[in-house]
């Protein structure tokens, strides 16, 4: 498994989603049985649900890019992937975005209802970090690499990550938002917890600090990049493309990339961060090759 240069985006995350899932489904059949009646099927259906699995994608090939060997990070991914699909669950209750679609399917409150999927979403954290004590055996890592994840891992998924920037991004609802406040925005909802993959891929590999700091500069660029192309996809993409309502940024009033600077000043922004993420990977002498596929792939993806 050393670090793939030759490698397409698409071949990347074809390998990240068949590594990630069988980890995810093994989670969800446990789930399943240890919290009875729909909770467990609600938690078992969110789990397995089936996502692109960038996040994965992107700390396998961060992992690797510093030396990294074995299969078993993909746990690692699937604690990740965890975190992110708890926060598509609750993204979609109707007291957050209310959307009815979520990766070609009902999303968790439609198929079962809101207490249900609320439920489900809380009970997805603590399970996100027995997947990533699990992985942390798995490797063989010591325990404070396992602390270094987990520390990465929550810190993003809190209010100066992930939460925070939702939160801003639902107070921002009908309102113009200045370009400042709208990054802001899109590094904590988005942005943090796609830096904190990269950076876990690194901490995995037990990797040196200039290895990690470039990891994470590339996360960081490359976090922002994904969510003004989900801007751009969400104004310009199909529901059916996309397995998710389109057009909903313009529907809820939402400031996105899109109505702040239009769709191609947005596709243009979204290539210069994933060439300067790259440039961070160069200017560590970090191997960039599949890191570099998954920056090209992000900016100008399709879905
Ligand atoms: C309590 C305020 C508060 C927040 C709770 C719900 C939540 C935490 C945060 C929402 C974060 C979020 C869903 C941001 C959007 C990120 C995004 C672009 C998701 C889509 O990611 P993809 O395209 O999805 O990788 P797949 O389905 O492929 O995994």
Same mark, same amino acid.
């Given at each position: 498994? @050393?670090?793939?240069?030759?490698?397409? +985006?698409?071949?990347?995350?074809?390998?990240?989603?068949?590594?990630?899932? *069988? %980890?995810?489904?093994?989670?969800?059949?446990?789930?399943?049985?240890?919290?009875?009646?729909?909770?467990?099927?609600?938690?078992?259906?969110?789990?397995?649900?089936?996502?692109? *699995?960038?996040? +994965?994608?992107?700390?396998?090939?961060?992992?690797?890019?510093?030396?990294?060997?074995?299969?078993?990070? /993909?746990?690692?991914?699937?604690?990740?992937?965890?975190?992110?699909?708890?926060?598509?669950?609750?993204?979609?209750?109707?007291?957050?975005?209310?959307?009815?679609?979520?990766?070609?399917?009902?999303?968790?409150?439609?198929?079962?209802?809101?207490?249900? @999927?609320?439920? /489900?979403?809380?009970?997805?954290?603590?399970?996100?970090?027995?997947?990533?004590?699990?992985?942390?055996?798995?490797?063989?890592?010591?325990?404070?690499?396992?602390? *270094?994840?987990?520390?990465?891992?929550?810190?993003?998924?809190?209010? !100066?990550?992930?939460?925070?920037? #939702?939160?801003?991004?639902?107070?921002?609802?009908?309102?113009?938002?200045?370009?400042?406040?709208? %990054? +802001?925005?899109? *590094?904590?909802?988005?942005?943090?917890?796609?830096?904190?993959?990269?950076?876990?891929?690194? %901490?995995? @590999?037990?990797?040196?600090?200039?290895?990690?700091?470039?990891?994470?500069?590339?996360?960081?660029?490359?976090?922002? +990049?994904? !969510?003004?192309?989900?801007?751009?996809?969400?104004?310009?993409?199909? =529901?059916?493309?996309?397995?998710?309502?389109?057009?909903?940024?313009? #529907?809820?009033?939402? =400031?996105?990339?899109?109505?702040?600077?239009?769709?191609? /000043?947005?596709?243009?922004?979204?290539?210069?961060?994933?060439? #300067?993420?790259?440039?961070?990977?160069?200017?560590?002498?970090?191997?960039?090759?599949?890191?570099?596929?998954?920056?090209?792939?992000?900016?100008?993806?399709?879905?």
């Amino acid at each position: 498994m @050393a670090e793939a240069t030759a490698r397409s +985006a698409t071949d990347l995350l074809s390998e990240a989603r068949d590594l990630t899932d *069988r %980890i995810l489904d093994r989670w969800a059949r446990r789930l399943g049985d240890e919290v009875p009646g729909r909770d467990g099927e609600a938690l078992a259906y969110a789990l397995a649900t089936p996502g692109k *699995r960038v996040r +994965a994608a992107l700390l396998l090939a961060s992992y690797r890019a510093v030396g990294g060997e074995s299969e078993a990070v /993909a746990e690692v991914a699937a604690a990740v992937e965890t975190v992110h699909t708890y926060s598509l669950v609750h993204d979609d209750l109707p007291c957050m975005d209310d959307d009815a679609l979520r990766r070609g399917r009902p999303t968790t409150h439609v198929a079962f209802d809101v207490p249900t @999927a609320t439920r /489900a979403g809380y009970l997805l954290v603590p399970v996100a970090a027995r997947v990533l004590a699990a992985a942390a055996d798995a490797l063989a890592l010591p325990p404070a690499a396992l602390g *270094r994840m987990a520390g990465e891992l929550f810190r993003s998924g809190g209010i !100066q990550g992930m939460v925070g920037g #939702q939160w801003l991004d639902l107070e921002a609802e009908g309102r113009t938002l200045a370009l400042a406040d709208l %990054i +802001a925005v899109h *590094r904590g909802k988005t942005g943090a917890l796609i830096r904190a993959a990269c950076t876990l891929g690194a %901490i995995a @590999a037990e990797a040196g600090p200039t290895e990690v700091a470039a990891l994470t500069e590339y996360g960081e660029d490359i976090g922002l +990049a994904f !969510q003004i192309a989900d801007d751009v996809l969400d104004a310009t993409g199909t =529901s059916e493309e996309l397995g998710k309502t389109a057009g909903r940024d313009a #529907q809820l009033a939402k =400031s996105t990339y899109v109505s702040v600077m239009g769709v191609d /000043a947005a596709r243009a922004e979204a290539e210069r961060l994933a060439r #300067q993420a790259v440039g961070h990977l160069e200017a560590a002498g970090v191997p960039s090759g599949a890191l570099g596929a998954l920056a090209g792939y992000i900016a100008s993806r399709n879905s």
